[in-house]
């Protein structure tokens, strides 16, 4: 267990829906990261939070929005959904900004 | 953006031999990491190592900032070794990390 609890594990829902997932960073983490990992893009950034407030931003598609709680667990909410959004999300933390990342263990989203 | 190349894209060897794998990236960074996603696909993070070099049982790494690479070694490889070692950078102050394409690693008993 790495500290990082991600659920669902498996998520499989039909086009055109929308599905949340969440993320609880280790403790005393304060940045949360997203990332989406697909066969043909590899891992790719979606969004950051710390302590609260939006850092960064990748290449997040506008029907994906995250927040990150006062409990500092975070979500992903993906709407709309298409085949080509089936991907693993992962979910990361840090303790700080350029610091190791520990991940999650991941979601597997399979939209049909 | 930065870019990151890793090198072998695969690399298949017989247990106990030694492997080293390469990361280069295109910009100066103040973050870069490497990561070992499992056959089961969970990421292990090994190494957090802007510079210098680092040791961890049979795993170590060296990371030549001025040059723009690192190098991940592996020694008396394994079986449990296999999967894919991923090298990730961040040059920004938000610790968003630019991953490479991985390198895919078998040992073989």
């Known amino acids: 267990d790495s500290g990082v609890t991600q659920t669902p594990k498996h998520l499989i829902t039909a086009t055109g829906q929308r599905v949340t997932l969440r993320c609880s960073p280790r403790s005393g983490d304060l940045s949360v990261y997203w990332y989406q990992q697909s066969l043909d893009q590899g891992l790719q950034f979606l969004i950051q939070y710390y302590n609260g407030e939006e850092r960064a931003k990748g290449n997040i598609l506008e029907r994906f929005s995250a927040q990150q709680f006062p409990d500092l667990h975070s979500e992903l909410n993906l709407s709309s959904l298409e085949l080509g959004d089936s991907a693993l999300y992962f979910c990361a933390s840090s303790v700080g900004l350029a610091y190791g990342y520990t991940f999650g263990s991941g979601t597997r989203l399979t939209v049909v | 953006g930065i870019q990151v190349e890793q090198s072998p894209p695969d690399l298949i060897l017989q247990e106990g031999a030694n492997s080293t794998l390469r990361c280069n990236f295109s910009?100066?960074?103040?973050?870069l990491q490497w990561f070992h996603q499992n056959p089961w696909g969970q990421l292990i993070n090994l190494f957090y190592i802007p510079s210098g070099t680092k040791q961890n049982g049979r795993l170590s790494a060296t990371t030549v900032a001025t040059e723009r690479y690192s190098l991940l070694y592996i020694s008396s490889s394994q079986t449990t070794d296999s999967g894919v070692y991923f090298c990730?950078?961040?040059?920004?102050?938000?610790?968003?990390?630019?991953f490479g394409q991985g390198t895919t690693l078998q040992v073989k008993p």
């Open positions: 910009d100066s960074v103040n973050n």
């Open positions: 990730a950078v961040g040059s920004s102050n938000t610790g968003k990390l630019i």
